[in-house]
Each structure stands twice: as structure tokens, then as C-alpha cells.
């Protein structure tokens, strides 16, 4: 075995223990899914507010025309 094959499959090895070491933290880790329910919540309530703007600003169209008609 060659020095460079050496080297490589012994930093092979180490990458992958840190990745498992890593992989272990993030598990056990629960601020990822915090964050992701608070952003799903800010999604919908967002989603919400368009579409009621969307409905409202229709509904205002309609009264004004009705109004400049009158007039």
C-alpha cells in the first residue's frame, strides 16, 4: 500500500466518523424543526392575508364603480 493510498483511506474514514458524528448531533438537535413550524405558520398566515386582500380588494372595486354610477 501505497503512502497517498494510505493517507486516503485514512482521511476517508475520518471524514466519514465526523460525518457521523455530526449527523448524530443534528439529530438529536430540535431547533431545525422549531424553526421550520415557525416558518410554515408565517407561510399561511401570509397565504391568508393575499388571498383576504385579493377578495376585499374585489369587493371595493365593485362599491366604488357602484358609487361612481350613482353619482
Known amino acids: 500500500m501505497t503512502a497517498l493510498t494510505l493517507v486516503t483511506t485514512t482521511l476517508g474514514k475520518m471524514n466519514m466518523?465526523?460525518?457521523?458524528?455530526?449527523?448524530?448531533?443534528?439529530?438529536?438537535?430540535?431547533?431545525?424543526?422549531?424553526?421550520?413550524?415557525?416558518?410554515?405558520?408565517?407561510?399561511?398566515?401570509?397565504?391568508?392575508?393575499?388571498?383576504g386582500f385579493g377578495i376585499m380588494g374585489g369587493n371595493i372595486s365593485n362599491k366604488f364603480n357602484s358609487i361612481g354610477t350613482a353619482l
Open 17 to 51: 466518523i465526523a460525518y457521523i458524528k455530526t449527523w448524530a448531533s443534528l439529530s438529536t438537535d430540535r431547533r431545525a424543526v422549531t424553526a421550520l413550524e415557525y416558518a410554515m405558520i408565517a407561510g399561511i398566515v401570509v397565504a391568508v392575508i393575499a388571498v
